[in-house]
């Protein structure tokens, strides 16, 4: 039987499969060259055996906000460690990446401030600029002449006492380049504004960010190197005492589970110890990127996250999907995730590939691209 809502639904839904776009939700299948779980750390056993113990002995949910009863001594001790871990004065858990970006963005810049988002920005700093009532001007990606032009033109009319905010990636997400964070801190030094970084790609991954002022809050999601979920937002004690009273997506949601919270804290100290992780992860990721430059593919990025770049959206769903039939996880990023024209593979390397897998994924891309890619894409 329909139901009433469906012929409306149902309208938008065809013009999505129209335009070759159509999303579904499917189970995992084949070796895993999508996840964000570089060092497999959802599948080691200190991490699982933490979350079992957590839940023995604080139960399966929090069953309130933190600040309500779900505040638990292991989301402090969490936190305490992920400071630590930072080099920052204090740590604040989100149930997710996504939240926390809306809880800084919508909360630290005021109205009359302006916040200098970089093009390439994840979708929840997207939204949290959306959110938040300062002005929000967008710079071209990592361009320092483009950054300085926004915040002169917001200069011409800001009012005495406002503030500029920049806010990057450390890693892209997707393009997987870096930000010139050297580049970006000493202008806001320059210029008195502050930074706020999303460290998502880069946390457990590149070396933790040298301590200075300028940088205010370094956000380190659970979902990716740490292989669990949630995010811990390291900065000062005073922005999470402000996020504690005015932090919305942090004040009305319910306390992470104690599993979440005892299995990011194995892995925020596992990290720590084992610095050797990211050499072995960028051994690996290089011995991929040498062997599928020496077959003329054109690979971009730096680090773990290896994309290819194929442009049309269509030509990027079938080599997906012919990787996918030969046994490799791997999917197409297409708009609206990249803008159009540019759709790509995103092929993610771990710790734990072996350069036999390795290889083989590249035979296969070579073979791929033979069939489906006719001439050399710009
Ligand atoms: C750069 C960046 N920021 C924030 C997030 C959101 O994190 P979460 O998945 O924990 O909501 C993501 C997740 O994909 C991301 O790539």
């Known amino acids: 039987m329909s139901h009433p809502l469906d012929s409306r639904l149902n309208e938008e839904l065809c013009h999505w499969e129209q335009q070759g776009r159509k999303r579904t939700l499917t189970q995992a299948k084949g070796r895993d060259f999508t996840t964000n779980d570089y060092f497999s750390l959802s599948r080691h056993p200190e991490v699982i055996q933490a979350a079992q113990k957590a839940i023995e002995k604080y139960g399966a949910g929090t069953g309130a906000a933190r600040l309500l009863r779900g505040n638990l001594d292991l989301h402090e001790q969490l936190e305490a460690e992920a400071a630590q871990w930072q080099k920052t004065e204090a740590a604040l858990l989100f149930p997710s990446g996504y939240q926390a970006n809306l809880a800084l963005l919508a909360t630290l810049p005021e109205e009359g401030d302006v916040i200098l988002s970089d093009e390439r920005n994840h979708a929840s700093i997207i939204d949290g600029c959306r959110l938040s009532k300062a002005t929000c001007l967008i710079y071209q990606h990592n361009s320092l002449a483009s950054l300085q032009e926004r915040l002169d033109q917001w200069k011409k009319t800001a009012k005495v006492g406002t503030q500029a905010w920049i806010v990057t990636e450390r890693v892209f997400s997707m393009d997987a380049d870096l930000a010139p964070i050297t580049e970006i801190i000493a202008f806001a030094e320059k210029e008195n504004a502050f930074v706020f970084l999303d460290e998502a790609h880069a946390a457990g991954v590149y070396p933790v960010l040298s301590e200075n002022t300028r940088c205010v809050s370094k956000l380190i999601t659970g979902g990716k190197a740490l292989g669990v979920c949630g995010a ?110 540019d759709s790509q593979l995103r092929i993610v390397c771990k710790k734990d590939h072996s350069e036999k897998q390795l290889l083989t994924l590249a035979e296969a891309i070579g073979d791929i691209w033979k069939s489906l890619v006719t001439a050399p894409l710009s």
């Open 232 to 341: 811990l937002l390291c900065t000062t004690q005073a922005i999470k005492n402000i996020l504690l009273h005015r932090g919305r997506s942090f004040v009305f949601t319910t306390a992470p589970s104690p599993a979440t919270t005892g299995a990011l804290l194995k892995s925020v100290q596992l990290l720590q110890e084992h610095p050797q992780w990211r050499k072995e992860l960028f051994e690996k990721a290089h011995f991929l990127r040498k062997h599928l430059q020496a077959i003329s593919i054109p690979v971009g990025g730096e680090g773990a996250i290896i994309p290819i770049r194929l442009g049309d959206e269509k030509t990027a769903m079938s080599f997906a999907e012919a990787l996918q039939e030969k046994g490799f996880d791997i999917r197409a990023v297409r708009p609206p995730t990249v803008p159009t024209g």
